[in-house]
């Protein structure tokens, strides 16, 4: 049974403004950071989306200025946390303080009350204040002391780690994993690129060229045009398929979600405005299966000891569904 609300279609001059501020978006990133045009697209698709994203690499590749440059592009209110053992829940949310000359208690909004806030080296937070995090990007709200605000609109996090393996780091359970939209990764730069990198940075910071190219209305306003792409059934019927391949695959003690589902159908329609179209294509879910699925999963112990990724089983569920025509 369908319950869809007739919305009008999106016309082409709708759409053009949305593709445009994408492109802006990733040629200002793009301009400070050597990193794959498809990772830096996909940061841009969860902006667009209203997904959060967890930028994860090993050190020194890049991940904070991506994580900078796209802030500093959005034009929003952005603030930064660094994340540290000692970092408590209040530090992110706010705390409430007595002022003497108000004769009252006053609130004082944490870095969370931003519209893009880095969140550098999550895994450095004590699992405490990691889930006082995942709470905002959940339900788009704080509760201190028994008061609830809610944030403001758009409220983006972008967070950056190293992977797991590193001293007094405190790696995020799967399930809270599931609240990035998208995971991505840089990887070393092409030899020329990186030599190219020496010669540019020597002397000047990455981002000194990043301006904004937007600002809140305009990453609203787009975000309206994403959530009115057109998306064929067919296209969510693909979507199920992939995630229920996930789940029944032997590798997988816990496969996709239906969240993680929904996510991939939203992040496409991005992909769709990135790419100029009013309409999803199974390109869209292909290309971004592994950036929105591949966190989302938990192996069998047996399965992670004989050297198994999560990559795979999406690999293999992208081999085994077919596509829609
Ligand atoms: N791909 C890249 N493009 C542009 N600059 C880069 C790139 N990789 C590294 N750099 C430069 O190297 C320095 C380190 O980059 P950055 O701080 O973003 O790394 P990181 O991935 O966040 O590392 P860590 O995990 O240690 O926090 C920066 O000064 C940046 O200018
Ligand atoms: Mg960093």
């Given at each position: 049974m369908s319950s869809s609300v007739a919305t009008p279609p999106l016309q082409p001059e709708e759409l053009s403004p949305a593709t445009a501020l994408a492109g802006a978006l990733v040629d200002a990133?793009?301009?400070?950071?050597?990193?794959?045009?498809?990772?830096?697209?996909?940061?841009?698709v969860a902006l667009l989306s209203g997904g959060h994203v967890m930028i994860e690499d090993v050190p020194g590749?890049?991940?904070?200025?991506?994580?900078?440059?796209?802030?500093?592009?959005a034009g929003c209110a952005f603030s930064r946390l660094q994340c540290t053992a000692d970092l408590l829940p209040a530090d992110v949310t706010?705390?409430?303080?007595?002022?003497?000359?108000?004769?009252?208690?006053?609130?004082?909004?944490?870095?969370?009350?931003?519209?893009?806030?880095?969140?550098?080296?999550?895994?450095?937070?004590?699992?405490?204040?990691?889930?006082?995090?995942?709470?905002?990007?959940?339900?788009?709200?704080v509760t201190v002391d028994g008061e609830t605000r809610v944030l403001p609109q758009p409220f983006m996090i972008i967070a950056t780690q190293n992977p797991v393996e590193y001293e007094g780091t405190f790696p995020l359970p799967e399930a809270q994993l599931d609240r990035f939209a998208v995971r991505v990764a840089i990887g070393y730069p092409a030899p020329e690129d990186e030599a190219g990198m020496l010669l540019d940075l020597a002397g000047h910071d990455a981002?000194?060229?990043?301006?904004?190219?937007t600002d809140e209305a305009g990453v609203m306003?787009?975000?309206?045009?994403?959530?009115?792409?057109h998306a064929d059934p067919s296209l969510a019927h693909y979507v199920v398929?992939?995630?229920?391949?996930?789940?029944?695959?032997?590798?997988?003690?816990?496969?996709?979600?239906?969240?993680?589902?929904?996510?991939?159908?939203?992040?496409?329609?991005?992909?769709?405005?990135?790419?100029g179209r009013r309409y999803v294509e199974p390109e869209d879910i292909r290309a971004l299966a592994h950036p929105v699925l591949g966190h989302r999963m938990i192996l069998t112990p047996d399965a992670r000891a004989r050297g198994a990724l999560s990559g795979e089983v999406v690999a293999d569920a992208l081999a085994a569904v077919p596509v829609p025509l």
């Open positions: 990133c793009a301009g400070a950071v050597r990193a794959p045009r498809a990772s830096i697209e996909n940061c841009v590749v890049g991940k904070t200025v991506l994580g900078k440059s796209l802030a500093r592009a706010g705390v409430t303080v007595w002022d003497q000359n108000a004769a009252a208690f006053l609130f004082r909004p944490g870095p969370v009350f931003a519209n893009v806030i880095l969140v550098d080296e999550i895994n450095r937070a004590s699992p405490k204040t990691q889930s006082a995090l995942l709470e905002c990007m959940e339900e788009g709200q981002l000194e060229g990043v301006v904004a190219v306003a787009a975000r309206r045009v994403v959530e009115r792409v398929g992939l995630v229920g391949a996930t789940r029944r695959d032997p590798r997988a003690e816990l496969g996709a979600s239906p969240r993680a589902g929904l996510a991939l159908l939203r992040a496409a329609k991005a992909r769709a405005v990135v790419h």
